[in-house]
């Protein structure tokens, strides 16, 4: 996602105008932070809906918001803006997925963030985009720096207390010095894996790039 993102989002975004490119972009990670921070608040709303399946929608309606602005200002990048969307979704959807069937919950509940992308993209992408290249700059650069948001989002947080020391059970305290020590070596290989599985799906969005300009 992020070498998607540098790629083929950014160099559009600021190629219009940079200053203003540059400000979009920027704008566009402010509102992606804001729009998880609001993501998040719909699970403490008590609605007839499953909570996870919720949050999955809003984040699926901002990420079709953002490919169909995208598509609708520049939509001569096509296979790019096909690569960086399976590149984006690809992996929510394995992750989202995989939570589920370990939680023991049916996988047919992503059915419904996955149709809100396209509910949401197919409208704004038929929408007729400022002419300016100011206001292209500026809409291509919000919409670059949401999608650079969500990809960095996606990042494991390798660190202690992070969610990667979480799933290695590592607690410090509270369990004796061997099992944390096996703890410990399992978060340094789960680090190891993590910038491992970083690099192949940046070398993935490459080789597919290279193979469209080829």
């Known amino acids: 996602m992020i070498t998607s993102t540098g790629a083929f989002l950014i160099p559009s975004?600021?190629?219009?105008?940079?200053?203003?490119?540059?400000?979009?972009?920027?704008?566009?990670?402010?509102?992606?932070?804001?729009?998880?921070?609001?993501?998040?608040?719909?699970?403490?709303?008590?609605?007839?809906?499953d909570?996870?399946?919720l949050e999955l929608t809003a984040h699926s309606l901002a990420a079709g918001?953002?490919?169909?602005?995208?598509?609708?200002?520049?939509?001569?990048?096509?296979?790019?803006?096909?690569?960086?969307?399976v590149s984006h979704k690809a992996p929510a959807g394995y992750a989202a997925a995989r939570r589920l069937c370990r939680a023991g919950r049916?996988?047919?509940?992503?059915l419904v963030p996955a149709a809100a992308v396209a509910a949401a993209?197919?409208?704004?992408?038929?929408?007729?985009?400022?002419?300016?290249?100011?206001?292209?700059a500026l809409v291509f650069g919000i919409a670059t720096g949401v999608f650079l948001h969500v990809a960095l989002d996606f990042?494991?947080?390798?660190?202690i207390?992070?969610?990667?020391?979480?799933?290695?059970?590592?607690?410090?305290?509270?369990?004796?010095e061997d099992?944390?020590?096996?703890?410990?070596?399992?978060?340094?290989r789960l680090r190891l894996h993590a910038v491992a599985s970083a690099l192949v799906g940046g070398l993935v969005v490459f080789v597919a790039w290279w193979g469209l300009h080829a």
């Open 13 to 49: 975004a600021v190629g219009h105008d940079p200053v203003v490119g540059g400000f979009g972009i920027a704008a566009g990670v402010f509102v992606g932070f804001l729009l998880h921070a609001a993501q998040h608040q719909l699970a403490h709303l008590h609605l007839p809906v």
């Open 51 to 53: 909570a996870t399946t």
């Open 65 to 85: 918001l953002v490919i169909g602005a995208v598509y609708a200002t520049m939509p001569a990048l096509g296979p790019a803006l096909g690569l960086a969307i």
């Open 106 to 110: 049916p996988v047919s509940v992503l």
């Open 121 to 136: 993209a197919v409208p704004v992408g038929f929408a007729s985009p400022p002419g300016s290249d100011v206001a292209h």
């Open 155 to 159: 990042l494991p947080r390798c660190e």
């Open 161 to 176: 207390g992070g969610e990667v020391s979480e799933a290695a059970g590592l607690t410090e305290g509270e369990t004796g």
């Open 179 to 188: 099992e944390f020590d096996a703890q410990h070596h399992l978060l340094d």
